[in-house]
């Protein structure tokens, strides 16, 4: 069962203004209408396929000359399966890790999605209705395990947070983002202090500058990137989707953020979600009727941005002078993490084909690594693959969150080797970060004073208690032998 103490009443899952439900959206967005291309649904043989960016690059391409001098050819694109990779048991065992469980309550989402593939237009993924957040946590994770268990018995520390996606340490501040907040948490006194916008919603990353002046936030909920400066919590510089392109949905409607904007497309005949106060909207634009799901957003020097849209396939850059976009790489499934390597080049994870993407320095792929046979599959056959994020840990070795195998992978690129870690399946994992040993004993020293404890236990029944700072009791979450909570207020 689900208990609560000392909790004020949760909002309801949707606002009266405006009413998020499919029976107040317009027509055409309650029922996924798709007015470009409407489908039946999604084949394996389409989450199969390589991208038309890859496949071009699949092909050998001749050199040609231009006055005497050899035009170097494109790269071509190495397709690798890890089922083919050497089996490494040692693999990373003297590696530590910082990882997010955005919940609990995996196996529901599971279910939500496998009721989505009947719904029309099943391949714009995401849930199409708002809802309250729910509680997760952060744990630090040794890797010399082959399994993480639901008590946490390996984790050298473990705190609960509402609904947290990502982590970032610079020097004595962690900031922590999840939800609709953003903290900056101080490691030697553990004073909290809040990072603020009206249009943070859904905040999947965050990323301290190298200098640690400015910390960059991703709002998955409004489609924005929004940087602060990490000293006074002002903005210095936001970017918003909607406003560059990217306000059209895969269901065919616009979400817009003026009035002139959404008249002007309501006069040609457009169904139009205007969201000119993001007050209205607790919980951000549900994933499926948003226009980009914007999932992450990394520096790339000091003037430009890595960004990744989800519902596009798309990994660009945003110029922070003018704000112009330049594309990495399309074609995708629902990418994540768009992401500079340790060595030069950057990464990307396309999520519903199960791929680890490179891209040299130029912004050319080069190189795939595809999870689709490896064994140990306990999600529905008919879902997708779905690689969450993927995070190198030091130069060449990768952390890869597999939802669909409820497994970390860990992978040398360079060596092509791995080891996989299973956890269970009903933590809805979703980044990895890296952290020193310090940072990690300064915060594993913060729990149970200015972060809340969380337990976990097993009995004839799965366990999570969540606390406060103070001690007392959040809420407990009680799932059958199956990984579901009966007393489940969510759709998850």
């Not at 170097?72 to 050497?86: A, D, H």
């Not at 714009?124 to 809802?131: K, L, M, Q, W």
């Not at 990744?308 to 704000?323: P, R, W």
């Not at 999570?464 to 998850?492: A, K, S, W, Y």
Request: net charge neutral.
């Amino acid at each position: 069962m689900m208990k609560t103490q000392s909790k004020p009443k949760l909002p309801s899952l949707v606002h009266d203004e405006p009413n998020l439900s499919a029976a107040n959206l317009p027509r055409s967005i309650a029922e996924g209408e798709n007015r470009e291309s409407p489908r039946a649904g999604l084949s394996s043989k389409k989450l199969g396929q390589n991208s038309a960016l890859t496949k071009r690059l699949s092909s050998k391409r001749s050199s040609r000359l231009f006055g005497g001098t050899v035009v170097q050819k494109e790269p071509v694109l190495s397709s690798e399966q890890m089922i083919g990779y050497e089996y490494d048991p040692n693999l990373a065992r003297d590696e530590k890790i910082v990882v997010t469980v955005k919940t609990t309550l995996q196996v529901h989402k599971n279910d939500r999605q496998e009721e989505q593939m009947k719904k029309p237009s099943p391949d714009v993924f995401g849930r199409d209705a708002a809802r309250h957040y729910v509680r997760g946590f952060v744990a630090a994770l040794p890797l010399d395990h082959d399994r993480f268990h639901w008590s946490l018995a390996e984790s050298e520390w473990a705190f609960s947070a509402l609904e947290p996606y990502a982590v970032d340490v610079c020097g004595d501040k962690m900031a922590l983002c999840g939800a609709n907040y953003v903290k900056l948490i101080s490691l030697v006194t553990g004073e909290v202090t809040p990072v603020s916008h009206p249009w943070l919603s859904q905040c999947h990353t965050v990323q301290f500058s190298t200098d640690g002046n400015r910390l960059l936030v991703a709002s998955s909920g409004f489609d924005a990137v929004v940087e602060f400066d990490s000293n006074n919590q002002k903005v210095v510089w936001e970017w918003f989707a909607w406003d560059h392109g990217y306000d059209r949905s895969k269901l065919g409607h616009y979400v817009v953020r003026t009035a002139e904007r959404s008249d002007a497309l309501k006069a040609m005949g457009h169904e139009v979600l205007l969201v000119d106060d993001p007050r209205k909207y607790e919980f951000g634009i549900p994933t499926r009727i948003s226009p980009a799901h914007l999932n992450s957003a990394y520096c790339d020097g000091d003037e430009s941005i890595l960004v990744t849209l989800f519902h596009q396939g798309n990994g660009i850059i945003v110029d922070k002078a003018s704000g112009n976009v330049r594309e990495v790489i399309g074609g995708l499934m629902n990418p994540h993490k768009l992401s500079r390597r340790h060595g030069g080049g950057y990464f990307i994870s396309d999520s519903r084909r199960g791929k680890l993407i490179f891209v040299d320095a130029k912004l050319r792929p080069f190189r795939e690594i595809t999870l689709a046979a490896m064994p140990g599959n306990e999600r529905p056959d008919r879902l997708s693959e779905f690689l969450q994020n993927s995070t190198e840990l030091k130069k060449d070795l990768f952390a890869c969150v597999d939802i669909h195998r409820n497994t970390l992978w860990l992978v040398n690129v360079q060596r092509r080797s791995y080891r996989g870690i299973k956890f269970p399946v009903e933590w809805s994992m979703h980044d990895v970060a890296s952290l020193n040993q310090s940072h990690q004993t300064q915060i594993g020293s913060l729990v149970g004073t200015a972060l809340g404890r969380v337990e976990a236990s097993v009995q004839d029944r799965k366990v999570i208690r969540h606390f406060f700072p103070d001690g007392r009791e959040i809420t407990t979450l009680t799932l059958d032998e199956h990984g579901r909570c009966n007393e489940l207020d969510v759709q998850m």
